[in-house]
Structures are given as structure tokens and as C-alpha cells.
């Protein structure tokens, strides 16, 4: 091998052919082209004629420096040019490559497969075999195996699919697996410098195979993990571990919300001879709760990010309002000061307690409410059992009539000042017990109390007791109701009996009854939560593995990351849990090697393998010289003095790579639409890229599910646009719902309408999964645009789906709707028997059904369903069968039902 500079040529001998191009210079000048060839009929003419003037035709200069620079750039390829070649020299026999691959090697990774290659092609010259080993499990019984005995090109092949797992290594793991190696004589280990409990047998283990050398990144800085946080006097505090404790070093941890946008940014601090580091993290509380993730920038592993759930956020509280009409005015309503008061610090939703109920969240406080309906009894004690705490407040309508869900027995009158049971004077807050929630708030004295509903004494009322006025009778009552609380305040909640709702004591006061919430899931318990979506090697969000399976509910405090169980979030619709890997792992420290053993960094640069890219462009310019020769011997018509020149830069064009991407044509050759020629489902274009790619995927999903289990076999899904597109050929039209997409035009609508008079069928999924949607109009950020998107069109009274619907039997028999999410109610027109023979024009839902039909090629679903996993995008492919079905059979399936009797009524 001969080198100059970063280039080396391994057969060097072959440049001396190099010495011949002189000579073929001389050659392609002396010997003249091959006469051209010019049609000319009256040749006769020219018999007899002579001339001693003899003039040989030369080769055009062009033409000869074409020749010589292919002829040049063979050689250059005979000689195998490299740039960045590796100077290793193997020992005989053959190798064995140990890269780890576990979390602390993705921050490094380009560098390493860039070293592995190195390698693969040191062995490929060498004529070598190579044996590949990674140390990180990819297995639930962390069993591992090696690839054997193979050759380069094949290890080639198996480098480019190799990625890093978002969980540490199993040093011992791989150890046990290369015991049954013996036909190798070199071994090299690609270390990630992070020390493991299997390190010394893993080491004993490769010095028994052969010559070994190690191989890390020096100029890496070493690996980080950051830790889940922790709160402290009411901030996050931040903490990251370094493996080793090398000089000072300055990192920044950037918090993120659930879109990526930055939140706030925060310095940490390595001292040097430090492998802790921790900072505060000082941001207003509504910034706070909108933090989803923290990472460690410029650190792209899974143990540099942790994911953030409902314990680092606003609990789901939600708002039941009593009373006479006259208190749900704003100012009144006893709501808007609970609403006020937790607005920083969680996340407030207002309703009847039946629709609270349907999807439960962490609290329920009940304004003024006298007595629980006996339907909702029974859920909502169930409910507290679980863990939920319900809050009641007294009010004008809880002191007129209440019933006994209440932690302590209630006087029949209330006391005000004034009355017959009446203070002198209006009463102030005592201090708070030290065994209260409320200790350490400081009431004011300015904080007065007018009226309340009494307690009737009882021998257990002192431990029930959470707050008290100066005379000693309660304001806060308690009772414990299985894992949750039944809590009451014993004045209203608006300023009608007190100041308290305007004072700043009573949002700390709120915020302590709902920092009590265990979660909307604690009465979970062994329910398995699945993998919505998992941390890659790279520290970024995707879909889960295959290998990933559900954690209990109360078990993540004991999970360890690994392939059953990768770092990510977990959960149902009501909960979500995270798994972070910086918090489960030991705490890293740096690998500590013998010296005598053989340490080396990796090259730098990757090598690269010249050879394709000459013969490549050798190939382009013989076809050019082929053309060219061609042409001047009148081979080719039409090429005339003019057109030589500009025929080399168009030939050119012509070889290069098109890359253009081939566009779905919506007319054929003859005009047609191709949506008359064959079904196409359509879904209508929002403006952000990533839902109509879901739109897409999930629309191609479904028609490829439809093409397999049915007789129908749609073509590819069409996204129109509402302004400008023609709707009538498509029999459904899906629209995914977005915040931020435009209102259509009048026109639009006007063109919407045609559509659905005519027969069309539109989809509107808002993918908010509202149980709680009433029709076009619901809370969710999406369902909340629906009022105005569909407003102005022609809509007719919807229902929900009732029981017996085409829907649930148009080829599946279905009793719900699931899609990605579940439980979101859908809505349809009420069966009016019109036009459209009772067929409904427009379906509204909420369950996101486009993300869970969307497939790859090759049938491999795109997101996770939750909480049902893949069961239930069974029944959301069902659904999404019965509702093609639908939209183009229409009733035609109610009909098939009755046709015994329709036979019947023909025959008579």
C-alpha cells in the first residue's frame, strides 16, 4: 500500500500503466477517425475525377481528452484508491469486533460504526473473516449470541442495521455467549467507558481469545445521566451524574413541552474532581406544568432525558356547581373562585358529576351542592375508594337539604352572624394543627368567616378536623373512604358567607387538598399500563418495540429499563406513567482497565473506497465517447456542427439521477378522473404536515385491510382541498380536526353541503377522545373549533350512535367505536329518513381513528392504541371496515337483515 496524504492506493504497482497515456496521446492523433458516412446518391459523378492534394482528417481535441481521461481513470481504479485508509496490521487468523451498544454509546455512535467499518474493510483486504458481538440485550431473558464466522461483505451488511438500545449493557451476559468461540485469533472491543459488575470476567473472556485491543473515543467527554427531580420548597431541583470525575464542565439542561418548543433552560455545574452536579430550576408554576421532558443538550442518549407525567403536573380537577341560577353568574358562581385558585396549579374542568364520572379525574369538588344524585352515588363512592378525593362545599343549597356523604354528622340549622344560632361577631381562622395539610399557611387576620354549617359533636371529631375557627368549631372536616378522602369545608366557596375565597390563604388551601390526589390512576394498582411510546438509543420518542410489554400500575417505582420494559411513557386514556432510564441505573462510572492492556482510540474519519465512484463516472463518460464517436460518423441523424456541443451537457442530464418524486396523476391520458375509474376515499388537506401525513398513512391502512379481508380494493387516498378540490367522486371524505387550521370559505361550505346532499359521507374526528362531546360541540382544544369549521353547513340533529345502528353491523357486528384512544363518544344524524334513504351524511367522533389504521409496507402498525393494545385496533380496523362499508353501500345491509320479510310481503 502506498500512501500520500490522506490517500493510499493498495495496488500501487498499477499507476505505472499511467506512463502509457503519452503514448495513446500520440495514437488517437496519428490514426485518423473512421470516415463518416454521408448518403449521397449521385456518386457516379465523382468517377474519374483526381486530385494529388491529400489532407488526413485528424480526431477532435475534445474527443482524444475524453479517451485519455477514461482511459486514466480505469487505471486510477485498478490501483483502489482509498481516502483515510487504516494502517492496522491483522495477525493471522480471524477477528472477532465487540462494540457495546448500550445507552452511553449512542452520544459517540457515527464514530463508532465509522470504527467498525474501518475494521470490516482492514479484514476484507486482509481476506479475513470476522466474527460481530454487541453487549447490550436485545432479548427478554437477556440471552446474546454472536454472528459467527462471516464475511466482510455480509458484516457489512449487518453494520448498517446495528442501532444503540436505550438500555446499559450485559458485559457477563456476553461473556457467557462467547465461550463457545475458539476459531479467532484477534479481538477488538469497542468500549463505551462505562463500568459494569461484569467487567472483570467479560475482559478475562476476550484476553482468552486472542490479541486484544480496546478501542474508546479519547476526545469524548465522559457519559451523563440525568436524574428524575426532585421538588424541593416548591421548585424542581435538577440532578445529573457523570461517569468519571474529570475537570470543571458546564452543561445545560433545556425543559421541553409536549410539542419540543424550550420552556426554560437551566445551568448545571461540574466541579472538577465532581461526578454530581444539581441546580434549581425557578420558573412560574403555569410554566411548569407545561414542562414534559427534560434533556441534557447536546447529549443525545436515553439516560440524558427524562420524560415527565402527571406527578410532576397539574392534577385533573374537576368543578360541580350548585345552587340557584343567580350563583352560576361569574362573581357569584362558587366555581370561579376554585377556579381561580388552582388555575396554576391544576387542571380544571367544569360539568355535570354524571360526565365527570365518564372519564374520572383526580378530584371533584362539589360547589354548594346539597344532595348526590342516587345514580351517581354508587360510581362516585367507588371512585374515592380508588383513591379519588371529593371536596364539598356548604353553601344556601347544601344547607336547605343535604345528604350523609359527608365525612362528619350536620347540624340541621346552619350558624350565622345574626341568627338565632349566631356569633357576636364573625370569626376568624384559627392557626393550623401541625398534622393538618394546611400546616405551615399563616391565616390572615383580615379572613373572616359570617356563616358555616355546624358539626354535630362527636368523640372522633377532633381527629377529624383539618382547620378551625377561634372558638373551636371546624371549617375543614375529613374522613378517610378507602385509598381516598371525603373532605368538607363547612362555608361556601363564593364570598356569600365569607371572605375566604378572595383571600390568597384559600388558593394555598386548595393547592394542599389537591396535592393529597394519589393520581386519577391510583386505584389502578396491578392493572398493566402499555407502551405508548418509547425512548430510542438516541434519546428521541417512537413507537414501542415489539419486545415491550405492560407495567403495573404500581410497579414502576420498581421497573428496570430493558427490552421488555425501554424507558418511555406508559398508560392508558386517564393515565399516563413514564419510565426514565438516568433514575433506574446504577450510577455511572468510568471503565478502569489494566494497564498492560492495549488501549487505542478510534481513527478518525471513516475510510472511504474510491473505486465505485471512478468507475462510475467511467461508465458515464464511455457511453458519452460511444455517442460521440457515433455521431461523427453520421450515425446519428441530425447532428450537425451546431448541435455537437450542446449534445454532451444534455447527454449528461439524461444520466443523472432523476429525483423527482412520482405524483398520484388525478386525471388519465383520456381526461378522466381517476376517483370515477376506481374507489378512493379522500381526507380533507389542514395545513399541518404531520396530521394529513397520519390522514394518509391511516386512510392507505385501512385500504389495504379492506383489500385484504373484503372484495373491495380501493385505490390510494386522495387529500383534497376544501377551497379549490371537486368532492363528488370521493364516498368518504375524513377530516382530522387541528387548533390552528383556517375556517373554510362560504364557498367551501356551500360546496360541503352539495357534497353531502348528494350521497358523500364526511368523517370528523377530532382526536381529543371526549366522552363528554355533545354533537358539534365539545372541551377539547380540537372540539372546541368544530362551532366554527362546521358552522353555516347544513346539519341536522345528531345523536349518538344507538343501538342497532348499520354502523355496528355493516359487515362486523361492533358495539363500540375504538381508534387510537377509546371511549369517546360518536355522533350521527338522528335516522330521518330522507334523501339519502336514512344513510347519515356527516359522523363526528373523537377517537383518532386515521393513527390507529396507519401501516408501513408492511403491514407493521405506526402508533400504539391505548388502553387496549392491539385488541382494540382489531375493533378499530372492524369499525373502520363497517364504515367503508357504510359509505358505500349505505343502508343496504338494514335491508339485507329484513329481507326474509320483505320475500314475504312479495310473495303475498
Known amino acids: 500500500m502506498a500512501t500520500l496524504g490522506p490517500l493510499a492506493f493498495l495496488v500501487p504497482w498499477a499507476l505505472i500503466a499511467l506512463v502509457l497515456v503519452p503514448l495513446l496521446w500520440w495514437l488517437l492523433k496519428v490514426v485518423p477517425p473512421m470516415p463518416r458516412k454521408v448518403p449521397f446518391p449521385a456518386t457516379r459523378l465523382l468517377f474519374g475525377l483526381d486530385t494529388d492534394r491529400r489532407a488526413a482528417e485528424s480526431t477532435p481535441l475534445w474527443l482524444i481528452l475524453l479517451r485519455i481521461t477514461l482511459v486514466a481513470l480505469l487505471i486510477l481504479a485498478v490501483a483502489h484508491p482509498l481516502i483515510n485508509p487504516s494502517h492496522r496490521t491483522l495477525a493471522p487468523g480471524n477477528m472477532l469486533v465487540v462494540v457495546d451498544d448500550g445507552w452511553a454509546a449512542a452520544r459517540d ?26 453487549t447490550a440485550p436485545r432479548d427478554s431473558n437477556a440471552t446474546m449470541s454472536h454472528t459467527g464466522l462471516m464475511t466482510p461483505q455480509d458484516a457489512t451488511g449487518l453494520l448498517s442495521a446495528m442501532l444503540p438500545a436505550p438500555w446499559p449493557v450485559d458485559r457477563a451476559a456476553a461473556a457467557e455467549a462467547l465461550q463457545d468461540l475458539d476459531s479467532v485469533s484477534q479481538v477488538f472491543w469497542l468500549s463505551d467507558g462505562v463500568a459494569t459488575d461484569g467487567d472483570s470476567v467479560f475482559l478475562e473472556t476476550l484476553e482468552g481469545l486472542g490479541d486484544l485491543t480496546i478501542m474508546s473515543n479519547l476526545q469524548s467527554m465522559p457519559a451523563l445521566a440525568l436524574l428524575a427531580p426532585r421538588e424541593e420548597d416548591g421548585v424542581l431541583v435538577l440532578e445529573a451524574l457523570r461517569a468519571g470525575t474529570s475537570p470543571a464542565r458546564h452543561i445545560w439542561v433545556a425543559a421541553n413541552d409536549e410539542e419540543g418548543n424550550l420552556v ?19 420558573v412560574p408554576t403555569e410554566m411548569r406544568n407545561r414542562i414534559a421532558e427534560l434533556e441534557i443538550e ?26 340557584d341560577l343567580e350563583s352560576q353568574q361569574p362573581l357569584l358562581s362558587p366555581i370561579y373562585y376554585i377556579g381561580r385558585a388552582l388555575e396554576s396549579a391544576a387542571e380544571t374542568r ?46 344556601p343549597a347544601f344547607s336547605q337539604a343535604s345528604d350523609d356523604l359527608v365525612p362528619v354528622d350536620i347540624r340541621g340549622r346552619d350558624r350565622a352572624l345574626g341568627g338565632a344560632m349566631s356569633w357576636s361577631s364573625a370569626q376568624r381562622i384559627a392557626p393550623f394543627d401541625h398534622t393538618s395539610p394546611f400546616a405551615g399557611l399563616e391565616p390572615p387576620p383580615d379572613v373572616l368567616i359570617d356563616r358555616q354549617v355546624l358539626a354535630e359533636p362527636s368523640v372522633d371529631l377532633t381527629n377529624k378536623t383539618w382547620a378551625r375557627l377561634e372558638d373551636g368549631t371546624p371549617l375543614v372536616t375529613m374522613d378517610k373512604r378507602g385509598d381516598g378522602w371525603l373532605v368538607l369545608v363547612h362555608t361556601s366557596a363564593n364570598t356569600q358567607w365569607t371572605n375566604l375565597p378572595i383571600s390568597g390563604l384559600f388558593a394555598g388551601m386548595m393547592e394542599r387538598l389537591v396535592d393529597l390526589s394519589q393520581g386519577a390512576g391510583a386505584e389502578l394498582g396491578e392493572q398493566p399500563l402499555p407502551a405508548i411510546q418509547t425512548l430510542t438509543g438516541f434519546g428521541v420518542l417512537a413507537p414501542p418495540p415489539a419486545t415491550a410489554t405492560a407495567i403495573p400500575a404500581n410497579g414502576f417505582a420498581e421497573a428496570t429499563p430493558g427490552p421488555e420494559m425501554p424507558p418511555g411513557v406508559y398508560g392508558t386514556l386517564d393515565l399516563r406513567r413514564t419510565l426514565n432510564l438516568g433514575s433506574a441505573i446504577p450510577e455511572p462510572e468510568a471503565l478502569q482497565l489494566p494497564a498492560e492492556v492495549t488501549q487505542t482510540g478510534f481513527e478518525r474519519g471513516e475510510e472511504i473506497d474510491l473505486r465505485p465512484f471512478i468507475y462510475a463516472l467511467a461508465a458515464i463518460l464511455a457511453l458519452v465517447e460511444i455517442y460521440a464517436s457515433m455521431a461523427l460518423r453520421g450515425l446519428v441523424p441530425g447532428f450537425g456542427t451546431g448541435t455537437r456541443l450542446a449534445t454532451i451537457p444534455l447527454l449528461f442530464v439524461l444520466l443523472a439521477p432523476d429525483r423527482a418524486q412520482a405524483q398520484d396523476e388525478a386525471y388519465t391520458e383520456d381526461g378522466i378522473p381517476v376517483a370515477a375509474l376506481e374507489v378512493r376515499f379522500a381526507y380533507v388537506m389542514t395545513g399541518d404536515s404531520q396530521v394529513d401525513r397520519i390522514s394518509y398513512a391511516g386512510l392507505r391502512g385501512l385500504c389495504m385491510i379492506l383489500t385484504a379481508r373484503t372484495s373491495v380494493e380501493p385505490g390510494e387516498p386522495v387529500g383534497v382541498e376544501l377551497e379549490t378540490d371537486d368532492l363528488i367522486l370521493y364516498p368518504m371524505v375524513y377530516w382530522a380536526i387541528t387548533e390552528e387550521q383556517p375556517v373554510p370559505s362560504a364557498a367551501a361550505k356551500a360546496k360541503l353541503d352539495d357534497y353531502l346532499a348528494a350521497g358523500g359521507i364526511l368523517v370528523v374526528d377530532t382526536r381529543d377522545a371526549e366522552a363528554e362531546m355533545d354533537g358539534v360541540t365539545g372541551t377539547g382544544p380540537n372540539a372546541a373549533r368544530l362551532p366554527e369549521l362546521l358552522g353555516g353547513l347544513n346539519i341536522p340533529a345528531l345523536v349518538r350512535v344507538p343501538s342497532g345502528h348499520v354502523l355496528t353491523q355493516s359487515y362486523y357486528i361492533l358495539s363500540g367505536f375504538p381508534g387510537r384512544w377509546d371511549g369517546g363518544s360518536v355522533w350521527v344524524e338522528r335516522d330521518h329518513g330522507g334523501p339519502n334513504d336514512g344513510v347519515s351524511a356527516i359522523l363526528i367522533g373523537s377517537n383518532d381513528w386515521v393513527s390507529a389504521w ?55
Open 109 to 134: 455512535w457515527p464514530d463508532r460504526v465509522a470504527a467498525v467499518r474501518n475494521l470490516i474493510g482492514l479484514a476484507e483486504r486482509q481476506d479475513r473473516s470476522i466474527v460481530l458481538m454487541t
Open 854 to 908: 396507519a401501516l408501513n409496507d408492511q403491514l407493521q402498525p405506526l402508533y400504539a392504541v391505548v388502553p387496549g393494545g392491539e385488541r382494540q385496533r382489531e375493533m378499530a380496523f372492524r369499525f373502520g371496515v363497517n364504515l367503508a362499508m357504510y359509505a358505500m353501500t349505505g343502508n343496504y345491509k338494514a335491508d339485507a337483515v329484513h329481507l326474509p320479510t320483505i320475500l314475504e310481503r312479495i310473495g303475498q
Open 350 to 395: 367544569s360539568g355535570s358529576l354524571e360526565l365527570l364520572l365518564q372519564n374520572p379525574p383526580a378530584v371533584i369538588i362539589l360547589a354548594d351542592v346539597g344532595i348526590v344524585p342516587d345514580t351517581d352515588r354508587p360510581a362516585l363512592e367507588e371512585w374515592m375508594d380508588g383513591g379519588g378525593i371529593l371536596i364539598r362545599f356548604a353553601g
Open 264 to 282: 426554560a433552560r437551566q445551568a448545571l455545574v461540574f466541579e472538577e474532581g465532581e461526578a454530581r452536579a444539581e441546580a434549581a430550576l425557578t
Open 298 to 323: 447536546n447529549e443525545s442518549t436515553a439516560a440524558a432525558v427524562v420524560l415527565l407525567d402527571n406527578r410532576w403536573r397539574r392534577p385533573p380537577v374537576g368543578l360541580v356547581a350548585g345552587g
